[in-house]
RNA sequence: GCCGCCGUGGCGGAAUUGGUUUACGCAGAGGACUUAAAAUCCUCGGCUCGAAAGGGCUUGUGGGUUCAAAUCCCACCGGCGGCACCA
């Protein structure tokens, strides 16, 4: 047990009963959200690097609040989803039952850790008071269009059963388990985010986020200017020629000259013949391998490129030339048209292809308007030749004109996919969405491309999870609800037909897009949140979290806010003006892991030293921004700090007459200054040194000012909460304790920009660019006086008669440095 | 392959953004107190030559710009992260 766990308790206590965290939602004068990625919560408890960040954000919160803002720091549980649910069929117990037990034993770790949240907003995901608005947000895009149903191949996770969103997988492995993804042709449901691509894209620009968040952002959304051109097909069995057209998309118009062959991907082939083409056995053979083969390891670059005649051929809009039009899994089905159009001379993909299958390959870039036999593509801009009416002309220039001549057009180009959101799982809120086969049929639905499909209506959400004793995830392409008859058989909304309930689930990460909407709750509102709160408190003013997240809740979030923004329930269109991402913590030079072993449970050191004690070195470790290596040596340095903060109690002057000698009061400046500007920053670990310098320079002093205590520790109090709580409270002798005594509600010290000036500096004295002297001088000397003083150094003498010259030139740096060049 | 970030003592990390490299802390050495140890307190501390005064070298490596470079530029080496046949 930690000396100083009974003033923790206390504290904690007193804090809470009388609600010095709990800032007036409705009437707060200087809102400040201060907000923290939540926990998902697993029964293994809440991991050091939580700790570190939800006790990093808390400094920066305590100290806003110490500047006069209302601070609202809520904390809550992202409790739905694969992560708990994952556990919970490791350990063999069902979610809803071990959801109650992580959720104590994470409430009790986020209690102990001393933070100022705002404990009356918690909330859980899988609360039925909360994901009925989740279901809410899923009917709304429903009916705005938002969300549809689409077969397409899609992520499988063949460990969790289930389709994955493209954001939730990472180098073809599924983000949650690491298993390799496979793809499977599955009808799902899609949300419209490719609606916002530009949008998304655009308003980065106006949020103050780290650039490598944006940047990945920016990547993953993956905008691209280019042009649209229409190839006209010929020899298609049984169809007119130029009856039918193929499309591509492009960002080099400028070669459409040496365009010798257009390739069509496997999937758009398939379509094809789904339509009708009759390809002959050959291709149909090789469609169908590469079908299997996508998604595998072997489709990867590296592999030699395959591809195979499809029998078409297509015009070259540009020069009207017959060219072969081929079937290869070089070519993706998710960007652009599924086709491309072939320059081997000037990419180096279609040079490959053309050489395995020994395809015309014409040069139409050149960099000195010459023909070359190439080795290798020639990808850079250069002078066009072999193109007609443009030859001689600049190939970046032509683009546009080429583009015409050839009957296309400007054409922009994302990389971004809708968001999968169903998932075939247990542990989430039940997709909010029924089919009507009978209603459906006559097609009168309310969306036409949705026939059959209608949301549950409002007055009858939540759409409870229920309890179900087999909640394995079944691999079959269902979700172990459509197994509960009870469950999935409901009433037509529409023509009161028995009809089938959606079963599969929504994607946590839906969870996660509007919960700090939520901590302004309202109850038996017609929208989720209340409005009037929303609008004070959002958006968030500093939101700190993984940087894991860059593309996953960050980007899901944003469009979530703008869907609303454009439904007209909010008046913002970014959640979080502010973001910051939190280093990670590794144990002896590796990422902490299960496997590894060397997983750091907070609790014990918790207990062993307190929460102030971890709070500091968890911040003293590095800045927040930056990760770090968790050695539990450190942690005695932090100890003995504390411990002589606590004995500076017994130093205290009788009277607050005394005053502080003017060096001390100087530093004492100084520390309120760079604490304040190191929080600011984040910068927590600079900014305890400081306070750890002050106290070195207190502990020489005979007796401690009044002030000086105050101010201190009022410096210390965002750090080490409950330490300089009590100290307060027996310095000001407070009988009872009342919201308004706190130390955290005090306001912090001010400095005094005329106390931190300096009258005298160290004159650094250079010859020839080394440091031969340091002497001291008087602030704001005159280069004349600098050399003077300089010339009155011994080892300047010195230096300087060796040298056997006068200085050729000085340089001065005022109140800094003196540079003698010989 | 492309884009982004990083490299400072035995260790975590400082360095006013071009001006004393190594603040603060850990670990270490010496000393005080103690019968002894722990705790606490004081002193030292990049490497190297020197008894000292003082000098030389040093921010991954090599070069450049500058009176002056951890900081700016170029090349290379090593590490981390993102994207990856994106037409």
Redesign the pocket.
């Known amino acids: 047990m930690s000396a100083y766990s009974k003033i923790e308790k206390k504290w904690q206590k007193l804090w809470l009963r009388s609600g010095v965290y709990e800032p007036d939602l409705k009437k707060a004068k200087k809102p400040f959200y201060n907000l923290m990625m939540f926990p998902y919560p697993s029964a293994e408890g809440l991991h050091i690097g939580s700790v570190r960040t939800f006790t990093g954000i808390d400094i920066y919160g305590r100290f806003k609040r110490m500047e006069g803002y209302d601070v609202f720091e809520p904390i809550g549980l992202d409790g739905f989803g694969m992560h708990s649910e994952n556990y919970a069929l490791r350990i063999g117990a069902h979610p809803m039952r071990l959801a109650k037990v992580t959720e104590k034993n994470f409430y009790r770790q986020l209690e102990m850790i001393g933070n100022g949240f705002a404990w009356k907003e918690k909330l859980e995901t899988y609360d039925t008071e909360y994901y009925k608005w989740t279901q809410w947000i899923f009917a709304q895009m429903f009916k705005k269009g938002l969300a549809y149903r689409k077969r397409s191949p899609v992520n499988w996770c063949p460990s969790c059963k289930t389709v994955l969103a ?2 939730q997988v ?2 073809e492995e599924c983000e949650r388990c690491g298993s390799k993804i496979e793809k499977k042709d599955l009808e799902q449901w899609f949300f419209r985010i490719t609606d916002y691509a530009e949008r998304l894209l655009e308003s980065l620009e106006k949020i103050d986020w780290p ?2 968040i944006k ?2 952002q920016r ?2 959304i ?1 905008r ?1 200017e ?1 042009y649209s051109l229409k190839f006209p097909l010929i020899g298609i069995p049984g169809q007119e020629d130029r009856k039918h057209s193929i499309d ?5 118009p400028d070669t459409l000259f040496g365009v010798t062959f257009v ?1 069509v ?1 496997p999937e758009l082939a398939k379509r094809w013949i789904n339509a009708g083409w009759h390809a002959s056995d050959e291709v149909q053979k090789y469609i169908s391998k590469a079908l299997v083969l996508r998604g595998s390891k072997e ?3 590296e ?1 030699e ?1 395959t591809g195979v005649f499809s029998g078409i051929y297509a015009i070259n809009p540009a020069n009207k030339e017959k060219i072969p039009v081929w079937v290869s ?13 072939a ?1 081997p001379a000037h ?1 180096s ?2 040079f ?1 292809f053309a050489k395995k299958f020994n395809l015309t390959i014409r040069e139409v870039v050149s960099p000195d308007g010459r023909d070359h036999d190439l080795r290798v593509a020639f990808t850079d801009p250069g002078v066009l030749i072999n193109s007609a009416r443009f030859n001689g002309a600049n190939s970046e220039a032509a683009k546009i004109e080429i583009t015409k001549f050839a009957g296309g057009d400007r054409k922009i ?1 994302y ?1 971004l996919r809708d968001w999968l959101i169903s998932r075939q799982r247990y542990w989430g809120p039940p997709i909010p969405m029924i089919f009507c086969g009978v209603c459906g049929k006559s097609r009168k639905g309310e969306r036409k491309d949705m026939a059959g499909w209608y949301p549950i209506p409002e007055k009858d959400l939540p759409v409870k999870l229920p309890f179900i004793k087999d909640y394995r995830p079944r691999g079959t392409g269902e979700s172990p609800l459509a197994k509960d008859k009870k469950f999935s058989k409901v009433r037509c909304p529409k023509c009161k037909s028995w009809a089938r309930r959606e079963t599969d689930v929504s994607d946590t990460f839906l969870d996660s897009t509007w919960y700090f909407f939520r901590y302004l709750d309202a109850k038996n509102k017609r929208i989720p949140f209340d409005k009037l709160k929303v609008k004070k408190w959002l958006p968030v003013d500093m939101y700190i979290g993984g ?2 997240h ?2 996953l809740h960050l980007l899901y979030s944003r469009f979530v806010a703008k869907a609303f923004y454009d439904w007209k329930i909010i008046n913002f269109n970014e959640p979080f003006k502010k973001f910051r991402a939190h ?1 990670l913590i590794i144990k002896d030079g590796a ?1 902490m892991s299960k496997s590894k072993g060397n997983i750091v449970n907070p609790d014990g050191y918790f207990k062993d030293f307190g929460a102030d004690v971890m709070r500091l070195y968890l911040a ?4 927040l921004e ?4 968790f ?1 539990d ?2 942690i ?6 504390l ?2 903060v606590k004995k500076l109690n017994s130093k205290l002057a009788r009277t607050s007459k005394e005053g502080l000698s003017e060096n001390s009061e100087k530093l004492l400046h100084k520390s309120i200054k760079k604490v304040g500007d190191d929080i600011e920053n984040l ?1 927590y ?2 900014a ?3 306070l ?2 002050l ?2 320079e207190f ?2 002093l005979p007796s401690l000012p009044w002030h000086a205590f105050e101010i201190f520790l009022k410096l210390l109090a965002p750090f080490a909460p409950h330490l300089t709580e009590e100290l307060w409270q027996n310095f000001k002798k407070n009988k009872i304790f009342k919201k308004q005594n706190s130390i955290h509600l005090q306001s912090w010290p001010k400095f005094d920009s005329k106390k931190i000036k300096d009258e005298s500096f ?1 004159l ?1 004295v ?1 010859i ?5 002297a ?1 002497l001291d001088a008087t602030t704001g000397i005159s280069e004349k006086e600098a050399i003077a003083l300089a010339m009155d150094n ?2 300047i003498k ?2 300087l008669s060796s040298l056997a010259g006068s200085p050729k ?1 000085t ?1 001065f ?1 005022p109140d ?2 003196l ?1 003698l ?1 010989i």
């Open positions: 493209d954001e990472q180098s650039e490598s940047t990945a990547n993953w993956g691209s280019g591509i998309f492009t960002t080099r390739v991907s489709a990867s670059v592999a490129k899994d070089y070519v993706l089905d998710t960007y652009g048209t599924g086709a491309i159009m320059v990419d993909r279609d490959e180009n990389r940087a894991e860059s593309v280093g990422k003293f470790m590095a800045p930056q990760g770090g290596d050695r040596q450190g005695s340095g932090i100890d003995r700090f411990a002589r910068h670990n600079t305890i040194s400081q750890m310098i106290l070195n502990e020489k160290k650094i250079q020839n660019g080394r440091v031969r340091v011994e080892n010195k230096n030139k340089i740096v800094k440095l540079n060049v």
